[in-house]
């Protein structure tokens, strides 16, 4: 007997979100699991185990094939551009990967003609993207609180997660382009699908169907 | 005491110890034995050539390449791909040579690959080329190759999916370049929303946007031919349904029972031009081998003869292997 799918699924609230999914159509997690500090957690029906790992993470372990498949966001997939299949948009986690400046700022260029300075996470996006309108930008990698970059002027403008777009009017910043719209996407291994195409074809219908009915 | 940088290699090489070695060679020469009981003849092309023997064929080896300048200032390559070696050693060196032409290999090829993901820059492959035979017999000489290799290093849990890019080709014809590539990338991911809501905006025909939207799904033994002949769009499209319905029929059963049917899969190499497949293998999370028809990829090098040849991952297949003598 094969072990059960393996599903890596990203900490937080997108975690919380796939297992309703995941409770929608039948499985959930054992809650004698869910109560001990096991890394892996099986669900009840034994279907799947279910990995919790951090949410960049989810790609390297289903490219891998060490988990068969996972849920990620498109703004990681777009970051780290995984070798895997996405067939199916899960349709929660709802975000966009948006160009933010302080409220006046200049945009899309600095007076006097400098050269901008763009602080971000998702370095590889912004750079497709500002490389696609021909914009000469200089990135700069940080790893959290981009919001405070262009107070503290490290940078002038930044490239984040907009959800709400409460923490950036908090922070005295407005959108000023979009670079993509982002949401929870379900990828699978290349070879797993290939091996298991049963269980995989199932799993896919089965969440399709719950997407559909939660829409 | 060795400074801190003498011992580290560069991201993405790496040293083979004894027991890595072991495995490797194993591999090698059970693979060796069964090419030359077959009448393939090793080559060995040269581990750099100019970079245009790699880049012709426009397919994504060009981005992948680790190239130098050399000695009269030519940009050459480290080897990214037998096949282009070998179709141009073939073309030039080999063209009067009566074929077929029976020749295998074994050896590293080098890419660049991102950092951080895991991957090597260079591993090691071997495989086998039948050039100058157009035929089914061809494709299925070719398999036989494959699942007699695997068998040989007791590997007995292996699928190949098989499929032939003239059934996907002629969906995509007609569009705009940035279409085109946007429905690529839908098939690539087996992304049905995508492609059904592709289709709808470029105004694919009927049949076209039918078999698009099912292509995720045109995977599977025997019976999927059928299904696929039904969604088959065009001339070409037939003779790649008709051709798999050839090979199907040369397979003897325990031969047959190790392929499915994969109409979906444009992961191959962009110089295929008839069947393609790769090989998986339970516990590998990447295919093992892969290989296919490329009929057109001699012509570039200066003689126009079919051809058809896989590649395999050794490292793979050693790692596989185990401990065992």
């Given at each position: 007997m094969r072990r059960p799918l393996r599903i890596a699924l990203p900490k937080g609230r997108m975690m919380d979100e796939g297992l309703l999914l995941f409770e929608r159509i039948g499985s959930i997690i054992d809650p004698v699991a869910r109560d001990s500090r096991r890394l892996i957690l099986p669900s009840a029906d034994g279907r799947f185990e279910f990995l919790p790992v951090k949410s960049g993470d989810v790609p390297v372990y289903v490219e891998?094939?060490?988990?068969?498949?996972?849920?990620?966001?498109?703004?990681?997939?777009?970051?780290?551009?995984?070798?895997?299949l996405r067939p199916l948009d899960l349709g929660f986690g709802g975000c966009a990967l948006a160009v933010a400046a302080p409220r006046d700022a200049p945009y899309p260029y600095?007076?006097?003609?400098?050269?901008p300075r763009v602080a971000t996470k998702y370095v590889e996006s912004a750079r497709r993207f500002f490389a696609g309108k021909g914009m000469q930008v200089e990135l700069i990698h940080i790893s959290g609180s981009v919001e405070l970059a262009p107070l503290l002027g490290l940078a002038h403008w930044i490239v984040d997660l907009v959800q709400t777009g409460r923490t950036l009017a908090d922070n005295g910043l407005v959108v000023v382009d979009q670079v993509s719209r982002s949401s929870a996407r379900l990828i699978v291994?290349?070879?797993?699908?290939k091996l298991r195409l049963e269980e995989h074809q199932r799993l896919i219908a089965d969440l399709a169907g719950a997407v559909e009915g939660s829409a | 005491m060795p400074t801190t940088r003498l011992a580290q290699v560069p991201p993405g090489s790496q040293d083979l110890l004894a027991a890595d070695v072991r495995r490797r060679r194993r591999v090698q020469r059970v693979w060796f034995d069964l090419a030359e009981a077959a009448e393939y003849s090793e080559v060995i092309p040269p581990t750099f050539e100019y970079e245009e023997v790699f880049t012709r064929a426009g397919t994504k080896l060009a981005s992948e390449l680790i190239r130098f300048v050399d000695r009269d200032g030519r940009l050459v390559a480290l080897r990214a791909d037998f096949t282009s070696a070998i179709a141009r050693m073939a073309a030039t060196r080999l063209r009067d040579a009566a074929p077929p032409l029976r020749l295998s290999y074994a050896g590293k090829v080098y890419r660049q690959r991102p950092e951080g993901g895991g991957h090597p820059r260079e591993t090691f492959q071997l495989g086998a080329e039948l050039l100058g035979s157009a035929g089914p017999e061809a494709d299925v000489e070719v398999l036989r190759m494959v699942i007699a290799l695997l068998r040989a290093l007791e590997i007995g849990d292996f699928q190949i999916n098989l499929g032939d890019i003239r059934f996907v080709r002629p969906l995509l014809a007609g569009l705009q370049p940035d279409e085109a590539e946007a429905l690529r990338t839908a098939i690539d991911r087996k992304d049905r929303a995508a492609l059904a809501e592709g289709a709808r905006r470029y105004g694919a025909p009927a049949a076209v946007a039918r078999a698009l939207v099912e292509l995720p799904e045109l995977i599977g033994r025997g019976?999927?031919?059928l299904r696929a002949r039904s969604l088959a769009s065009g001339s070409d499209a037939e003779a790649a349904i008709e051709r798999l319905r050839a090979i199907d029929a040369l397979l003897a059963?325990?031969?047959?029972?190790?392929?499915?049917?994969?109409?979906?899969?444009?992961?191959?190499?962009?110089?295929?031009t008839g069947i393609q497949f790769e090989v998986f293998v339970g516990g590998a999370g990447r295919a093992v081998a892969f290989g296919?028809?490329?009929?057109?990829?001699?012509?570039?090098?200066g003689m126009d003869r079919p051809a058809v040849g896989f590649a395999m991952e050794t490292d793979a297949l050693a790692e596989l292997l185990g401990d065992a003598p």
């Open positions: 891998a094939g060490v988990a068969d498949a996972g849920v990620a966001g498109s703004d990681v997939l777009d970051e780290r551009e995984p070798d895997v600095l007076s006097g003609g400098g050269m291994n290349r070879a797993s699908h | 019976e999927v031919l059963p325990d031969e047959r029972s190790h392929v499915v049917y994969d109409l979906g899969e444009i992961r191959g190499l962009g110089y295929y296919g028809r490329y009929d057109d990829l001699l012509a570039l090098y």
